[in-house]
């Protein structure tokens, strides 16, 4: 006769194992012609205007660029990151496909004692543009006074512009586990629709970014 106390535990961890394989087969939210249309431009954005640092600002950021002139300056965003901006909450459903995506960007991450130098994935980038965008709970804590790497980001969903491995230079990055399981949450608030949009200029009440805030009627 089996023994169900003993069992069902490791039923369990299988089931949670399997989690992230079934997450990453799960069909795309957006379309592919839109994918390509919104998210393959940041790929092939030359110059974001900023980097990633292990100990740096949690306003560093593709949404906020500050390093294309001499002094600190807030320079206008990318064509591609005011594109997505632009669409609203019909981001949200690009930006967590693209979460899984290893493809290499032209954004720099600085590494640290453990992991070195590397230019960041095109998911990371499309999380950086999500957690500007989509504030509160469940993903965050607001108002949040912490600073650095995913500050004031709630448990389950962010990860590190490092959160990958198997890297070919120039070419890709393969998604740690933790990734998918990441995309996996932010996939499944969307659906219960408890995800809200807001566009990240109109509270930065910055007059460089007037323009991409969205006029009140």
């Not at 300056?73 to 967590?96: F, N, Q, Y």
């Not at 650095?148 to 448990?155: E, I, R, T, V, Y």
């Not at 990860?159 to 740690?176: A, G, L, N, S």
Request: hydrophobic share 35%; net charge positive.
């Amino acid at each position: 006769m089996c023994n169900w106390k003993h069992i069902l535990p490791l039923v369990c961890l299988a089931v949670l194992l399997r989690a992230p394989v079934c997450a990453f087969s799960q069909k795309p939210l957006a379309s592919k012609e839109d994918y390509k249309k919104y998210i393959e431009p940041l790929l092939k954005e030359k110059d974001f205007g900023t980097h990633y640092v292990e100990d740096g600002a949690a306003d560093a950021s593709v949404l906020t660029p500050t390093e294309r002139s001499p002094t600190f300056h807030l320079d206008r965003p990318s064509d591609a990151v005011i594109e997505l901006v632009r669409l609203g909450a019909k981001s949200v459903p690009l930006l967590i496909d693209c979460l899984g995506d290893g493809r290499l960007t032209s954004v720099r991450f600085d590494g640290n004692t453990i992991t070195k130098a590397m230019n960041v994935p095109v998911g990371y980038v499309c999380l950086d543009i999500m957690t500007g965008s989509v504030r509160g709970k469940p993903v965050s804590d607001m108002p949040c006074g912490s600073d650095g790497l995913g500050a004031c980001m709630n448990n389950g969903f962010y990860f590190r512009p490092d959160d990958y491995w198997k890297c070919r230079e120039k070419d890709r990055c393969e998604p740690r586990p933790w990734v998918t399981v990441v995309q996996g949450n932010w996939r499944l608030q969307f659906l219960q629709n408890r995800l809200r949009f807001q566009n990240f200029y109109d509270s930065t009440n910055i007059p460089e970014y007037k323009e991409f805030t969205i006029p009140k009627k």
